[in-house]
């Protein structure tokens, strides 16, 4: 089990100083969400798309994923999927992460437009087979739930299309760590990690912060990744785009990435932390 962060903690910032100093903070991976402080054009030209690989290869971190907007029940979705898995490509990421979208609460129209989204997918398995990069569908907005996820990844058997489980949407959904695990079964392409707490001040209800002060329970999200034998990459979201008023990277980066190694020892003691850079499925 591998660590990383998103570039989300940063910004406003370039992406060689965001990527030299999470490195420096111990991680060992890297997932893009901004460049340069800004959400990926998937248009960026050739010298672009060059600045970025050599960002990450400077400071010696790999791409472990290219979140991106697209929502799979938006019209039209499937060329911007094509875009970005040629990015993803460009700049060696395993995963391209993309969100379900809004869901109708008709029951009808709601079935509809899961299979709608499955026939994107579907689509867009052939460029994704010959890119080497897989799509991740995220647990978010009307796809919170795992339960609906793996409904829509139930109509998409290939290996070339998954999870991505981010840790804190499903728990607002009533979700435990073990459902999740066993609705993704082995279909899990990246795990993202979050904490929070219920808040009356926040529009959403809930308030980002540091990992181990709310209520999502990361520990057995690991343990049961563990449990499974999972040997991905394992992501700290920490949104300060979206929340600028949550701690600054220098602060909450340090504190996740000490956190996950204490929780991965407590849950294999005796045994190494599996933290960053290096990867345990293989020794075990």
């Known amino acids: 089990m591998k660590l990383a962060f998103s ?3 940063f910004p406003g910032r370039k992406l060689v100083d965001v990527a030299a100093a999470g490195s420096a903070m111990g991680y060992a991976g890297i997932e893009l969400r901004l460049v340069d402080g800004e959400l990926i054009d998937p248009q960026m030209d050739a010298s ?5 690989r050599d960002a990450v290869a ?3 971190l790999p791409v472990v994923a290219v979140d991106s907007s697209i929502r799979l029940t938006d019209d039209n979705p499937g060329g911007e999927i094509e875009r970005f898995l040629e990015l993803a490509n460009a700049w060696e990421s395993p995963v391209l992460r993309v969100f379900g979208g809004a869901l109708d609460e008709s029951p009808g129209r709601r079935a509809e437009q899961i299979r709608a989204a499955a026939a ?3 689509t867009a398995v052939p460029a994704a087979e010959r890119l080497g990069v897989a799509i991740g569908v995220e647990t978010h907005d009307s796809f919170s739930a795992s339960v609906t996820v793996a409904e829509l990844l139930a109509l998409v058997p290939s290996p070339s299309v998954g999870a991505v489980w981010d840790s804190h949407h499903p728990h607002r959904m009533g979700e435990t760590p073990r459902q999740i695990a066993s609705n993704f079964g082995d279909r899990i392409l990246l795990a993202q990690v979050k904490d929070a707490r219920r808040s009356a001040e926040q529009d959403s209800g ?3 912060v540091l990992l181990g002060e709310g209520e999502v329970d990361v520990r057995s999200m690991l343990a049961e990744l563990l449990a499974r034998h999972y040997g991905g990459w394992v992501s700290v979201e920490w949104e300060k785009r979206w929340h600028p008023e949550i701690e600054e990277p220098e602060i909450a980066l340090p504190q996740h990435i000490a956190t996950l190694q204490r929780y991965l020892d407590e849950i294999n003691p005796g045994e190494d932390a599996p933290g960053a850079g290096t990867t345990t499925s293989e020794e075990r």
């Open 7 to 9: 570039t989300l903690a």
């Open 48 to 52: 672009a798309r060059q600045r970025v």
């Open 58 to 60: 400077r400071a010696g």
């Open 120 to 122: 994107v997918l579907e």
């Open 206 to 208: 809930w308030q980002l």
